[in-house]
């Protein structure tokens, strides 16, 4: 066995090996998160017989950035996220909620009553609820004959 010694530990293979699993095990039950910055943030839609309610966790975004706009069955949410301020002597080690501006387009199997839709910002988290048009009840048309 070849060990050599680093800060006073005595470096071993197996050890490694150990760590390397117990990370790619971590890394396999972690949800995967598709990258902020190109897409924008992830939404979790739900449907109802009344339509549809988006949420996304948008931390750190004041609402007053953030536009909502429906037309037809199109619903587009975007926003903008102001980068941390950090002190001069400190170096950042790790960034994972990215700052800028994004924009989500979505279009739903519905159309939208724009009228009745409401959002909600509350904690970091958007609740947008997305009614769907009531269409009118169908029409009897009685067939004359001439």
Same mark, same amino acid.
């Given at each position: 066995?070849? $060990?050599?010694? +680093?800060?006073?530990a ?5 050890? *490694?090996l ?5 990370e #790619?095990g &971590?890394?396999?039950h972690?949800?995967i ?6 897409d924008?943030p992830a939404?979790?839609i ?6 549809s309610v ?16 429906v $037309?037809?069955? +199109?619903?587009?949410?975007q926003?903008?996220?102001v980068? *941390?301020?950090?002190?001069?002597t400190a170096? #950042?080690q &790790?960034?994972?909620?990215?700052a800028?501006?994004?924009?989500r387009t ?5 159309r939208i ?8 910002y509350q904690?970091?988290?958007?609740s947008v ?8 009840k169908?029409?009897?048309?009685v067939?004359?004959?001439?």
């Amino acid at each position: 066995m070849v $060990s050599r010694v +680093v800060s006073n530990a005595v470096w071993s293979p197996w050890r *490694e090996l150990a760590r390397f699993q117990n990370e #790619v095990g &971590r890394m396999l039950h972690e949800p995967i998160r598709p990258n902020a910055s190109s897409d924008g943030p992830a939404f979790n839609i739900y449907r109802n017989d009344r339509g549809s309610v988006i949420t996304a966790e948008l931390p750190g975004i004041d609402a007053s950035s953030l536009e909502i706009s429906v $037309s037809g069955d +199109v619903v587009t949410i975007q926003g903008k996220r102001v980068a *941390e301020a950090n002190p001069e002597t400190a170096r #950042v080690q &790790r960034r994972e909620r990215n700052a800028g501006e994004f924009k989500r387009t979505l279009k739903l199997p519905y159309r939208i009553d724009a009228g009745k839709t409401e959002a909600v910002y509350q904690l970091g988290v958007l609740s947008v609820t997305l009614p769907s048009v009531q269409d009118e009840k169908p029409h009897q048309i009685v067939v004359k004959s001439v």
